[in-house]
Structures are given as structure tokens and as C-alpha cells.
């Protein structure tokens, strides 16, 4: 079973130019979580991944210490969820940064990540 939150919008100083970091700049993040069905018939929220608690842990990742790639926030994330919620079984992560600057234009830069437990 998969918990998904799509387009969680947050605010934070990163970026590779010195410029974003001082300004700041919007970021939208994409998760999918992938859970035991346990959750289906047992109804209780401790069989699964309380959805609030990643739109947490996401919001901060990006209010924390500067980083410089969309890579290692990804990266963040990620870890951050499968090292806090036991019932994670592997964890994908998309970070889009829509006001990215580029020639020719460009819709957003974004990385995804995914990763599983050990």
C-alpha cells in the first residue's frame, strides 16, 4: 500500500547560488511511502504512516541548516522517514524547484530519490 502527498509546498534558504540561499525560494515535494496493508483491517493509525507527521518532517528539512542540492534535500527526507516511522518500507521523494531560473525556460528542476529498508 502506498501513502502519497503530492505538491506539500515549503519555503527555504537553499540552492547553489548564494543569492537563492540569502532569498529563499519555494520548493514542492512529492512523497510516496510504501506500507504494510495491515492498516486496511486493523483501521488503528499505529499500523501505518500518519501522513501529518511526514508533512512535518518535510516542512523541517527545508526550515533547517542550508544545503546546497536538491539532491541532499531529497536526501533528507528520505532518511528522515525511514529512520522515524517503523512502518515504512521504502520511501520515494520527488523536490521540484518551480522558480528555477534557466535558458532556454524551464517548467522546474527537480530529483527524485527513492530508497528501501535494509
Do not use: C
Request: glycine share 6%; net charge negative; no cysteine.
Amino acid at each position: 500500500m502506498t501513502i502519497e502527498l503530492v505538491d506539500l509546498v515549503v519555503f527555504g534558504h537553499h540552492g547553489y547560488l548564494e543569492a537563492e540561499r540569502d532569498l529563499g525560494q519555494r520548493f514542492l515535494v512529492d512523497v510516496w511511502v510504501e506500507v504494510a496493508e495491515s492498516a486496511v483491517a486493523s483501521d488503528d493509525i499505529d499500523d501505518t504512516v500518519d501522513y501529518r507527521h511526514v508533512a512535518g518532517l518535510v516542512r523541517e528539512v527545508f526550515a533547517g541548516p542550508e544545503r546546497l542540492l536538491l539532491e541532499n534535500l531529497a536526501g533528507g527526507v528520505v532518511d528522515g522517514i525511514l529512520e522515524r516511522f517503523p512502518a515504512a518500507r521504502s520511501v520515494r521523494v520527488r523536490v521540484r524547484k518551480p522558480d528555477v531560473v534557466l535558458e532556454p525556460p524551464a517548467e522546474h528542476a527537480a530529483v527524485i530519490l527513492e530508497r528501501s529498508r535494509a
